[in-house]
């Protein structure tokens, strides 16, 4: 309990950034005249979102409970993303038919700036181990 009570300020905050500034985000783009744009934005929001939030709750974990394997966990999740963006790309476009220039906007607009998020959060995560001990 006490282990989960440490981590739940580590994993809960950057996710309710990273969730909070994509869904206000797409409220202000869609209360602004961007209606039109939907469902293709929130779709392209939707997949960057519940990756960057997987990653997150990867990486606190992972550095919650071995600090040493956030490196590995990276790698790993760098191909898994790869693979799954693919395959989520596809079938936006492809089987559900969504417009591609709305979607592909959305998406990389939301993928940069989660990552972009997510690398603000990880260096505060790893800052600690970061500085230069003291001799």
Same mark, same amino acid.
């Given at each position: 309990?006490?282990?989960?009570?440490?981590?739940a300020?580590?994993?809960v905050?950057?996710?309710?950034?990273? =969730?909070?500034s994509?869904?206000g985000?797409?409220?202000?783009?869609?209360?602004a005249? %961007?209606?039109?744009?939907?469902?293709e !934005?929130?779709?392209g929001? =939707?997949?960057?979102l519940?990756?960057?939030?997987?990653t997150?709750i990867?990486?606190? $974990?992972?550095?919650?409970?071995a600090?040493? $394997?956030?490196?590995s966990a990276l790698? /790993? %999740?760098?191909?898994?993303?790869? !693979?799954?963006?693919?395959?989520?790309?596809? !079938?936006? /476009? %492809?089987?559900?038919?969504?417009?591609?220039?709305?979607f592909?906007? %959305?998406f990389?607009t939301y993928?940069i700036?989660?990552?972009?998020?997510e690398?603000?959060f990880?260096r505060?995560?790893l800052?600690?181990?970061m500085?230069?001990?003291?001799?």
């Amino acid at each position: 309990m006490a282990a989960l009570t440490r981590l739940a300020p580590v994993l809960v905050t950057p996710l309710l950034w990273m =969730a909070g500034s994509s869904v206000g985000s797409w409220l202000a783009v869609t209360a602004a005249g %961007g209606a039109d744009l939907n469902p293709e !934005v929130l779709l392209g929001m =939707a997949g960057p979102l519940t990756s960057a939030s997987v990653t997150w709750i990867v990486l606190a $974990r992972t550095h919650a409970s071995a600090p040493e $394997r956030v490196t590995s966990a990276l790698m /790993i %999740g760098f191909v898994a993303k790869m !693979v799954l963006f693919a395959v989520y790309v596809v !079938v936006m /476009i %492809g089987v559900l038919g969504l417009r591609p220039v709305p979607f592909v906007a %959305g998406f990389a607009t939301y993928f940069i700036v989660l990552h972009l998020m997510e690398a603000v959060f990880l260096r505060r995560l790893l800052a600690p181990e970061m500085r230069p001990s003291a001799s």
